[in-house]
C-alpha cells in the first residue's frame, strides 16, 4: 500500500486522491520512469511526457474555455543572453486598473513539465480569481521539453525566469499590471528558481523589480538524503523519491560539485541573501522537501530579511497544486500568494 493512503495523519481527500490514481513511487517503476527521465529530449522522454500530460487531463477535469470575466493569452519573449524564444500564460481579470501580478514558474524539478500543463492552468485561474494578474514563464527544462523543443541543464532555465521577469515588468504598461507589485512565485523545483531569480537579481543589483518572493516546497538541496534535514529521510517516498539524486544531475553535476546557489540555493549565505525583499516560505508536513524550505527561511531571518514561514499540517508535496479534491488546502494558498503579491500581507 502507498505511503500516502496509509498514513492517516494525511488529510483524507488526498488520501482518497493517491487510492484512485497510480502512485509512481509505490509502482516498482521509478527506476524505468528516471531511466527515461535521463535520456534527455528522447523519443522515449518525450513519450513519457505525453503519458503524463493523458493523466493530467484525466485527472483535472476542469473546462479549460476562459470564463467570464477573465483573459488568458499566450505571449513571446526573447531570453537573454541567447536569445531563446519563451512562451508566458498570462492570465488577467478583465479589470480596467493596473493590477498586482504574480510571476509564476512551474515546477517539474527544472527538468520536465510546462506551464500549459493541467495542473499549472487550474492554479493560474485560482490565482487571479483573487484579483491579481499571472504570467507563468515556461523555461527551458533540462530533461524534458517543455514548449520549447531545446532542453538544456543550468542555466538555460534560470535565464528564462530572470528575463521574463525583466520582461514582465517592461511591458507592465502593456500588460495593465501594476510594476510596483510584481513579486516571483514558484513550487517544487519553481521554487528553487524562485529563489534563484531573487539570488540572481541581487547579484545584478535589480531586486527593486520584484517585492516579493513565495516559494512552495523549495527543492534547493541538490543532495538526499542529509541528516541536517530530516525530513528526507522521515518522509522519503511520500510522493517523492530522493534518494537517485536524478534531477541533480540532469540539472548540472558540476554546478552542483562547485555548491553554486544560483543552482542550489540551499548552499546560499547570509550574504547572499541580506538584500531579499519579503519572502515567504510554504512547506508541507509530509513532504521530503520540508526541512530544506524551513532552513532557507532561517537563513532569511540570520540575514535580516523579512520573512514568513508556514507548515501545511496533513499534506504532501505541492499539495496545493496537484491534488484537485484538496480544494481547501489549494483556495489558501492562492489567496496567501495573491494576497501577498497583493502587499496586503508584506511589511
Known amino acids: ?57 484525466n485527472v483535472y477535469r476542469e473546462d479549460f474555455e476562459v470564463p467570464a470575466g477573465l483573459t488568458s493569452t499566450t505571449l513571446e519573449f526573447k531570453s537573454s543572453p541567447d536569445s531563446n524564444e519563451v512562451k ?33 492552468r487550474t492554479w493560474a485561474r485560482r490565482l487571479v480569481r483573487n484579483g491579481v494578474a499571472v504570467a507563468m514563464v515556461d523555461f527551458r527544462n533540462c530533461m524534458v521539453p517543455s514548449s520549447s523543443d531545446e532542453v538544456a541543464p543550468f542555466p538555460a532555465g534560470l535565464n528564462d525566469c530572470v ?27 519553481g521554487g528553487n528558481l524562485t529563489l534563484a531569480t531573487g539570488l540572481r537579481l541581487a547579484k545584478e543589483g535589480a531586486l527593486d523589480l520584484i517585492q516579493g518572493l513565495y516559494a512552495f516546497c523549495p527543492y534547493i538541496a541538490g543532495r538526499w538524503p542529509q541528516e541536517r534535514f530530516p525530513s528526507s529521510r522521515e518522509c522519503n517516498g511520500y510522493l517523492l523519491e530522493l534518494a537517485n539524486n536524478r534531477g541533480a544531475m540532469g540539472y548540472g553535476i558540476k554546478e552542483l560539485e562547485n555548491e553554486n546557489p544560483l543552482a542550489w540555493p540551499s548552499f546560499a549565505t547570509e550574504e547572499d541573501v541580506k538584500d531579499f525583499p519579503p519572502t515567504f516560505i510554504s512547506v508541507n508536513e509530509f513532504d521530503p522537501l520540508r526541512d530544506e524550505g524551513v532552513d532557507f527561511f532561517r537563513l532569511l531571518l540570520r540575514a535580516g530579511v523579512h520573512a514568513y514561514c508556514k507548515v501545511v499540517k496533513g499534506t504532501i508535496h505541492a499539495t496545493e497544486l496537484i491534488v484537485p479534491d ?12 495573491a494576497d501577498f503579491c497583493k502587499g496586503t500581507t508584506r511589511p
Open 88 to 120: 508566458i500564460l498570462f492570465l488577467r481579470p478583465k479589470l480596467d486598473e493596473a493590477i498586482p501580478c504574480i510571476v509564476y514558474l512551474h515546477g517539474g524539478g527544472m527538468s520536465s513539465g510546462s506551464c500549459f500543463d493541467a495542473p499549472f
Open 1 to 57: 500500500m502507498s505511503k500516502i493512503t496509509d498514513d492517516l495523519r494525511i488529510d483524507p481527500s488526498i488520501r482518497k486522491f493517491f487510492g484512485s490514481v497510480p502512485d509512481p513511487v509505490n509502482q516498482g517503476d521509478i527506476e524505468n520512469r528516471e531511466k527515461l527521465l535521463e535520456e534527455t529530449n528522447s523519443p522515449a522522454a518525450i513519450a513519457f511526457r505525453k503519458q503524463m500530460e493523458g493523466q493530467w487531463k
Open 326 to 337: 484538496c480544494r481547501m488546502v489549494a483556495d489558501e494558498g492562492a489567496r496567501s500568494v
Open 163 to 189: 528575463s521574463g521577469v525583466k520582461w514582465v515588468v517592461e511591458s507592465s504598461e502593456i500588460l495593465g499590471i501594476d510594476s510596483s507589485n510584481v513579486i516571483v512565485s514558484g513550487e517544487s523545483g
